[in-house]
């Protein structure tokens, strides 16, 4: 095996891509702001320096490890490069640290310390004119006055999550981090779900906090505060107490809750037990009729907002449940109001979960009774943990209590939901014991490989062989829809969460630096699951009574009303072409993006062409916009408002003889 | 039926879409034809509007923030609208050592900018400065379009303002 030589040891590397990895393997921790290791190496903050001799001073992170190489980590090049990179990287940051939320858990600022830059000497631009910050949406804060330049965001988002929301913008002094045009990311593609903030290394990009409206809840007598917690936060939190990744904390975390004034403290793992009853009920109809095949989960809502934007034709694949959070909210506020006779407008629902998009989620105007959303707030692991120090509770030395009952049974298939591919076989699991009467005995995935985003299984149930998919990054389902598109992928099921590693490496979690860290998450909720006593959803008895009481069976009507939801097209792009002036009749042709594929551009030329034969030009405002959220039906185009389908290029005559000639004519009358 | 501006005005924004669509198809759609193809975008509508670089993006199967990373890496690139007459002033050392600021300084007051404003109402005029233009020599030094005013003063920018200004309006 090749060897390298680091600060005089003799360490041997062998699949190790870059020098950075053979340091670290040699027990070194060098700084790295741009590195990670599940995106392509990029080499700009200059933080993981190393000092090889007559080559000089080189970036570990990029440069690959030779046989007999020399280095070393804290040569006083080394050390001066660094520092002086760390100056000019603090020169045009935001220092306000105390305020910041990032404080604490920010490598730019563990570094300066590390490294001990005492002064800074050069002109802060950010004293002068600050650069406005983005907290458009309900999940993710941008401020680019704290941007150090890495490009960690604009990677994860592109390479992991396949939607490039974000991208470097400008040149030289001006360069910046955005979206397009400088917009908000409320006004562009971006489905929350906040890996970029996970790989910031600073506070430029963070999760938005809600821990206020939680703790005035808290503090109002007049109210009940039930709280739900996902499975992924038990595995999670308590890294940032200093226990070992994995460890299990729920009982801490109930009694955490209690002491801090929650009125009940239930598991969301009991929700996903329901939801299981209900998708593996869905999934089954489903293989019996035939349609709707390939079913998707539906848990993750950065994936159901990428859906509804990007793949409107798929939207009947989609599973109808609703996510465990959600499920959770519509039981507490109409069966637990109703069996504890308590006001609904009394009942504070909040969540704790792993995950940013969770925020976006629970205020989707659908999961709200009257007005009033069905989950009133959600804290993340991370927000829970300022909570608990905030109120001085001495985490790691509490008891461990039990989840209050009945929303706190759960079985080992709920807890599973927290990692990739947990959903798909929990609900297989039930659909097996539907269809023989017998239990599946064997775990579907075998422990996949840190880093490993796409997986499929099959398994023979009755004589059908079932093809299962799970994916973890939103790329990965995208390449899967493309290779499912082309005939080359028959699965019944997919999985798809946006999260590394499912939601254990959700935005909300501790930070994550490694992807083992995450895969040490989900073995900790491998292990809850192999220890419970019952580990199949249909199992929970607090779910059957749930049922006996008030839903009478999976997918009854009853269930359809409190549990499951409906999809629709969302627009994309805010934005419009107009082609031609004035008139009183209004022509919109979209030209969104499964409008344009379906030969909208053509329709449009029609159009123009038509308008102009028929000397109508001034009759008609000609315009190209950017989608009506019809997008299934496409190509579409409105007259005066009233989208017409189908609008494809050999229909515009007739349209356009139809439609658009009595409105001339009307609007003619009109004047 | 409302009184309407003369046709010709009214044809133009679907004659440059189709242009916009001519340069696309003649780059094949193709993504890696990107530069190429916004020039030609810019020399048709003298800047790159937002809605047409979305279009872009859709049409070429991108993303609208790479295609915005792309036009604001290129100095050559404009997401204003420019006038007729780009008016550009050199405000590198050279030029700022000779004063070139009082020159800016005239030029914006006397076509009326308000600060940050770029291009005059009338689109007859945009204003911008830039570093160094290579001709040191001649500082302070303007540039109109292709034409170069070496040794500029306030007034005697003011002076190229008018004669500009007095040709247009005599030829319209
Ligand atoms: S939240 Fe997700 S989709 Fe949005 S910008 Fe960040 S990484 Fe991209
Ligand atoms: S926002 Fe954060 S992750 Fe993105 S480039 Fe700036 S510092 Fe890096
Ligand atoms: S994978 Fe989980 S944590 Fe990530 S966005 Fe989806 S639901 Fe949230
Ligand atoms: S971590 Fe290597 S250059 Fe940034
Ligand atoms: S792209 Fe959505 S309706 Fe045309
Ligand atoms: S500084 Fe103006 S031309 Fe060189």
Redesign the pocket.
């Known amino acids: 095996m090749p060897h390298m030589k680091i600060d005089g040891r003799e360490i041997a590397f062998d699949a190790e891509t870059n020098i950075l990895q053979v340091v670290r393997k040699a027990g070194i921790e060098l700084p790295t702001l741009c590195y990670q290791a599940h995106l392509s190496p990029f080499g700009a903050c200059r933080m993981c320096v190393v000092d090889a001799g007559a080559r000089g001073v080189v970036t570990s992170c990029t440069t690959p490890p030779e046989d007999g190489l020399e280095i070393r980590t804290a040569s006083d090049r080394v050390r001066r490069v660094r520092k002086m990179a760390l100056e000019l990287l603090l020169a045009s940051h935001d220092r306000n640290c105390l305020t910041c939320g990032k404080s604490g858990l920010c490598k730019l600022q563990d570094y300066a310390e590390r490294y001990g830059v005492e002064t800074v000497r050069f002109f802060n631009p950010t004293d002068e004119v600050k650069q406005p910050i983005d907290d458009s949406n309900p999940c993710i804060v941008r401020d680019p006055n704290k941007c150090v330049l890495c490009g960690n965001c604009v990677r994860v988002c592109y390479e992991h999550q396949g939607m490039h929301v974000l991208d470097f913008a400008g040149r030289g002094a001006n360069v910046t981090v955005s979206p397009a045009y400088g917009k908000a990311l409320a006004d562009v593609d971006c489905?929350?779900?906040?890996?970029c903030a996970t790989v910031c290394p600073t506070g430029a990009i963070q999760v938005r906090g809600e821990i206020d409206a939680v703790t005035r809840a808290l503090n109002d007598p007049s109210k009940t505060v039930v709280f739900q917690v996902a499975p992924?936060v038990r595995v999670g939190l308590g890294e940032l107490f200093g226990l070992p990744v994995g460890t299990n904390v729920e009982g801490k975390i109930a009694t955490a809750l209690r002491r801090m004034g929650a009125d009940r403290v239930f598991d969301t793992n009991f929700a996903a037990d329901l939801t299981i009853m209900e998708e593996a009920t869905e999934f089954l109809h489903r293989m019996e009729t035939g349609e709707g095949l390939p079913l998707f989960t539906s848990?993750?809502?950065?994936?159901v907002k990428l859906a509804e934007q990007s793949y409107p034709e798929l939207l009947p694949h989609l599973s109808t449940c609703r996510?465990p959070q959600q499920m959770f909210g519509a039981v507490v506020k109409t069966y637990f109001a109703r069996d504890t006779a308590q006001d609904v407008a009394d009942i504070v629902c909040v969540s704790v979960?792993?995950?940013?998009?969770?925020k976006f989620?629970a205020r989707r105007p659908e999961f709200a009774i009257a007005g009033q959303p069905d989950v009133d707030a959600v804290i993340t692991t991370q927000e829970l943990a300022r909570m608990i120090r905030a109120y001085g509770l001495d985490f790691t030395s509490l008891p461990d209590e039990p989840w209050d009952q009945p929303y706190g049974e759960s079985t080992g298939a709920a807890v599973i939901f927290?990692a990739?591919g947990g959903v798909a076989e929990a609900a297989l699991r039930t659909a097996y014991q539907q269809l023989t009467g017998e239990e599946l005995t064997r775990d579907l995935w075998q422990t996949t490989a840190p880093g490993e985003t796409s997986r499929e299984a099959e398994v023979t149930i009755a004589g059908t062989t079932v093809r299962i998919a799970t994916v973890?990054s939103l790329a990965a389902a995208a390449a899967l829809i493309t290779r499912m598109k082309a005939g080359e992928a028959p699965y019944h099921l997919i999985e798809?969460?946006?999260?590394p590693g499912?939601?254990?490496?959700?935005?909300?979690?501790p930070p994550h630096d490694t992807l083992a860290r995450r895969a040490c998450r989900a073995q900790g909720l491998a292990a809850i699951d192999h220890g419970s006593e019952r580990r199949q959803s249909h199992r929970n008895t607090a779910v059957q009574a749930l049922y006996a009481e008030h839903l009478d069976t999976p997918n009854s009507h009853a269930a359809h009303e409190t549990l499951h939801t409906a999809y629709a097209s969302r627009r994309r792009i805010e934005e419009s072409i107009t082609l031609e002036g004035g008139g009183p009749v209004m022509v919109e042709v979209c030209v969104g993006t499964c409008c344009f594929q379906q030969g909208s551009y053509a329709t449009l030329q029609k159009f123009g062409k038509l308008l102009r034969q028929h000397g109508l030009d001034d009759a008609v405002a000609l315009s190209a916009t950017f989608c009506f959220e019809r997008c299934g039906q496409g190509p579409n185009i409105a007259v005066n408002g009233q989208v017409i389908e189908n609008a494809v290029p050999e229909r515009a005559e007739e349209i356009f003889r139809d439609v658009v000639l009595p409105a001339i004519t009307t609007a003619d009358a009109c004047v | 039926m409302p009184a309407t501006a003369p046709l010709p005005a009214r044809q133009e924004g679907l004659r440059k879409f189709q242009k916009v669509n001519d340069v696309l198809e003649r780059y094949g759609w193709d993504a890696t034809n990107l530069i190429a193809i916004l020039q030609q975008i810019q020399a048709e509508y003298r800047y790159l509007p937002q809605d047409i670089l979305t279009y872009v993006a859709t049409a070429l199967g991108r993303s609208p923030s790479e295609i915005f990373g792309v036009a604001t890496f290129y100095a050559q690139f404009s997401l204003e609208p420019k006038g007729k007459y780009e008016v550009r002033l050199c405000d590198g050392t050279a030029c700022h050592v000779r004063r070139s600021i009082p020159v800016l300084q005239a030029i914006r007051e006397k076509l009326g900018l308000a600060p940050g404003e770029q291009t005059t109402k009338d689109m007859r005029f945009s204003v911008e400065t830039v570093s160094c233009l290579g001709a040191c020599g001649l500082a302070p030094v303007v540039v109109i379009n292709e034409t170069v005013y070496p040794q500029m003063t306030p007034e005697a920018a003011v002076k190229m303002l008018n004669e500009i200004n007095a040709r247009e309006d005599s030829a319209q």
Not at chain 1, 502 to 509: E, F
């Open positions: 489905v929350y779900c906040g890996q992924a848990c993750c809502p950065a994936w996510s979960m792993p995950c940013a998009a969770k989620e927290g990739a973890n798809v969460m946006a999260c499912g939601c254990v490496g959700g935005a909300g979690q």
